[in-house]
């Protein structure tokens, strides 16, 4: 039995052996060959080998800078203009009325004296001097009470858009020249606006409808305070030339209005029914 168990042992170690060794032989990879003892002669080829032709060579394109490296251009500013200064527009103070036109004026009694009202006007406006645009502009209207025999009995501001323009109202109006008695030999009372402006010296009246009556005023027929008898309602009858009211008799002293009156009474009527027709 000694025997057996010890050759058991050895065959074991054997197969052992050869198993590791085999795998020896595959992890490791095998050895190349051994060199030859005589090795062949090396052999130098000096041929020089085809050249091709050269092609020409393109101009190189130049490369643009890189943004990086790129500085800015400083362009000039150009110069600025100087602005004009602007010239405030101006109007002179138009003429005052003539000796001849407050003798008209004196004796022309229809409307309320009108001639003579209107050259009370040009000639406070003539004597407040040049209008120039800005803080001395602006309108002033008064209420003007004038003696029979011309002296000023009182003038009253109503309104006013420029206390300069009031102050130098008053300075011409303190300073007006003596003037004709009324036309009609009472006191004239009436409200006037003075314009003082550098576009507008007033509006020429026309007195060619002067001799016409005026249009009777509206007074509503159903209107009643509740205690006073009731008052009878009638048909209003127009007025008939044949009246005499508006007959040219009664417009003797009127004379023909100046193209410049004309004008501006057409350019009244325009704004004041141009709109309507639009």
């Not at 020409?56 to 362009?75: C, F, K």
């Not at 008064?142 to 002296?151: H, K, L, N, V, Y």
């Not at 209005?257 to 004309?262: C, F, G, L």
Request: glycine letters at 6%; charged letters at 20%.
């Amino acid at each position: 039995m000694p025997d057996a168990r010890t050759s058991f042992l050895v065959a074991l170690a054997l197969s052992l052996g050869v198993h590791a060794g085999l795998l020896a032989l595959g992890r490791f990879p095998a050895l190349p060959p051994p060199l030859s003892a005589v090795q062949e002669p090396l052999r130098v080829d000096f041929t020089l080998a085809p050249v091709p032709p050269a092609k020409p060579a393109r101009p190189a394109m130049p490369m643009p800078p890189s943004v990086e490296t790129q500085q800015p251009v400083r362009v000039p500013d150009a110069p600025t203009p100087p602005v004009p200064e602007k010239t405030p527009a101006t109007m002179a103070a138009p003429p005052a009325p003539t000796a001849e036109e407050w003798a008209l004026a004196a004796t022309y009694t229809l409307k309320n004296s009108k001639r003579y009202r209107y050259n009370w006007g040009q000639q406070v406006r003539s004597m407040m001097g040049t209008a120039v645009e800005g803080e001395r502009q602006g309108l002033v209207r008064f209420r003007i009470e004038i003696a029979p025999d011309g002296t000023l009995a009182r003038a009253d501001v109503l309104w006013s858009t420029s206390e300069l323009v009031v102050e130098l109202a008053l300075q011409a109006i303190r300073a007006m020249p003596s003037l004709p008695p009324t036309p009609t030999g009472k006191p004239l009372v009436f409200e006037k606006t003075i314009a003082f402006l550098p576009f507008e010296t007033g509006w020429p009246p026309i007195y060619k409808y002067d001799c016409l009556p005026d249009p009777p005023s509206f007074k509503s027929p159903f209107a009643w305070n509740g205690v006073s008898p009731r008052p009878v309602t009638q048909a209003r009858e127009s007025a008939s030339p044949a009246d005499g009211a508006g007959s040219e008799a009664e417009c003797s002293d009127a004379e023909p209005d100046s193209i410049e009156a004309e004008e501006k009474d057409m350019e009244r009527q325009f704004k004041e029914w141009g709109s309507l027709g639009e």
